[in-house]
């Protein structure tokens, strides 16, 4: 079973549209972290928030918000006012502690998000 | 800013070559890591190296492969002889610490091509 499902291959949008990027995981830790990636067509990875396991709070950092669900195992990131600029895949990941991690990532598949003009 | 060098960009090999990917992590970082991602794939954790040695190793990271820190600024990642399914962008990565709260800072990535 996947440890980090990203359902959505592919999104397409218009600009200045909001989106949501879901992400659902599945780990048998209390203890662990959530990332999410953005990978530009230039092709890096691109860190844009971690999230550990025992702080539910949303965040907001400008046209970016992350809602973090452990009810649903779910980190849901969504673009606001979406801009071309923001065409790329997303990825979202965990960490957890399984006795051996070093803090390796496991990633999701990954959403192509494409914002038209 | 301080950012993880990677090189080359691209490497295109033949089947059974052995090929060096070059790495230069940030300076003051101390836990080293390497991901693979096959083109439209999934990116896919190889090792992680700390203190000279390889911390934690994949399935993926086979004997073909091995991992080494020649000099106080290098981390390479060797693939003794390569395949065709090795063919993947990989990603090299740095952290302050280990552990779950690791934030990873990623190179731009050596596009693997073997023919």
């Known amino acids: 079973a996947q440890k980090v499902t990203q359902a959505q291959t592919e999104i397409s949008v218009v600009e200045k549209e909001d989106v949501t990027l879901d992400c659902v995981y599945e780990t048998r830790d209390t203890t662990y972290y959530l990332f999410w990636y953005k990978q530009p067509p230039s092709g890096e990875l691109v860190f844009l928030i971690r999230r550990n396991s025992f702080d539910e709070q949303n965040e907001i950092s400008g046209r970016y918000s992350w809602n973090f669900q452990k009810s649903t195992s779910s980190f849901n990131f969504t673009i606001t006012a979406s801009q071309v600029v923001d065409s790329a895949v997303y990825f979202c990941a965990l960490s957890e502690a399984d006795g051996r991690s070093q803090g390796n990532l496991i990633f999701g598949k990954g959403t192509k998000l494409s914002v038209k003009p | 800013e301080p950012e993880v060098t990677q090189t080359p960009s691209h490497q295109v090999t033949q089947m059974g070559q052995e090929v060096i990917l070059r ?31 390889i911390s934690e190793k994949s399935e993926i990271f086979d004997d073909q492969f091995s991992v080494e820190r020649p000099d106080g600024s290098n981390f390479t990642l060797k693939i003794r002889s390569t395949k065709l399914e090795d063919s993947a962008m990989y990603f090299c990565a740095s952290s302050v610490s280990g552990g779950l709260a690791t934030e990873a800072f990623f190179g731009q990535g050596t596009r693997l091509t073997v023919v």
């Open chain 2, 23 to 53: 790495c230069v992590p940030i300076s003051n970082h101390l836990y080293f890591y390497w991901y693979r991602q096959i083109l439209g794939q999934k990116v896919e954790f190889l090792v992680s190296f700390y203190n000279n040695e």
